[in-house]
């Protein structure tokens, strides 16, 4: 019988967010509630399935695990790219990897979690809530400050970025945005004035990320864009870990030199003894940006249709065709 394995459902939303019961009748379902310990882990655990059904970039699908699954004849990853799945070894594997579409409210979702975690951030919140839970006040809580009138730095205006700029500044905050391609034009549409990097850093109360993740992003943030960062200046960064050196990042929340707000880690799920987990001027989500049920309803329908499309011989949204004539 056929096999199938939906992957990362770290919050168990997977089986009530669709349908099953279609895939169910014609195929052993297996939900995989945690994440991998590693990549033998995931070799050892995979290896017996025909499909697997992935969520974003939450499990590496590196070549050296795909070429370890022998029986994998379907992929399915949910949105529209996947930076840590290998097509070109599935394509040459013959291995079909369909995608997801839609989940535009999953943009929108990101960038409230940003500005969620900037309040958070600047009110000390995650503090007073522990605090009441411990039976005390207001004794030992940061003081916070106001966001209107401070100036908030957007890196990437793109579609999440302009979310962001558009939430700040009704927060009647001013506006600095930078990346590599923004325009002046672009910057004025989305209210903001576009500076260098280095201005941005040096001249932001706050600096939100909001880039994808490439060899040209990676490490983005270092150690020296971090020293020019104000004394107490937020960072909040709900796109990607790697943008920012994390050696650098735990080297200035340890030191009190700035405030890290932060949805994502360079290793996820973030290790348990992880140094973050117990650095001062942090608040942290577990990657929780796009996982609203919106994002669900959309997804997880689409990776059934996925899978009994493919079962039928007819796969639907294939990111790699050439695949199909060696599958």
């Known amino acids: 019988m056929t096999k199938v394995a939906v992957l990362d459902d770290w919050q168990g939303v997977a089986k009530t967010s669709a349908d099953w019961a279609p895939l169910q009748a014609r195929a052993e379902v297996v939900f995989f509630g945690k994440a991998f310990d590693n990549e033998d882990d995931a070799a050892r655990q995979l290896a017996d399935f025909d499909i697997v059904l992935s969520m974003r970039e939450r499990t590496p699908l590196p070549g050296s695990l795909i070429n370890r699954l022998p029986k994998l004849r379907m992929l399915g990853m949910t949105g529209a790219r996947n930076a840590s799945l290998d097509t070109a070894t599935c394509t040459a594997r013959g291995v079909v990897v369909c995608n997801t579409v839609g989940g535009a409210n999953s943009e ?17 919140i995650s503090v007073g809530d522990a605090n009441i839970r411990a039976g005390k006040f207001q004794e030992g809580v940061p003081i916070g400050y106001a966001l209107a009138g401070k100036t908030m730095g957007v890196i990437g205006l793109g579609r999440l970025g302009s979310h962001m700029a558009r939430y700040c500044k009704a927060l009647n905050m001013n506006l600095l945005a930078w990346s590599q391609n923004l325009t002046p034009d672009k910057a004025q549409a989305a209210g903001a004035t576009m500076v260098s990097k280095e201005e941005l ?10 880039l994808v993740l490439s060899d040209r ?15 107490g200046a937020i960072l909040v960064n709900t796109s990607r870990g790697p943008i920012v050196d ?4 735990i080297a200035a929340v340890q030191a009190r030199k700035i405030v890290a707000a932060l949805d994502v880690f360079d290793r996820e799920p973030l290790p348990p003894n992880h ?3 117990s650095a001062p001027n942090v608040v942290m989500t577990p990657h929780l940006g796009y996982g609203v049920q919106e994002t669900w309803v959309s997804f997880y329908p689409q990776s059934v249709e996925n ?3 493919f079962l039928d011989g007819k796969p639907v949204r294939v990111t790699n065709p050439e695949a199909l004539t060696k599958s």
Request: zero cysteines.
């Open 108 to 124: 929108a979702a990101t960038a409230e979690l940003a500005l969620g975690l900037l309040i958070a951030a600047a009110r000390a």
């Open 201 to 210: 850093l040096s001249r932001s109360d706050a600096v939100s990320v909001h």
């Open 307 to 309: 899978a009994l499309a």
């Open 217 to 231: 992003t990676r490490g983005l943030i270092g150690a020296a864009d971090i020293a020019r960062m104000k004394p």
């Open 275 to 277: 140094p973050l987990r």
């Open 246 to 249: 994390e050696k650098a990042l």
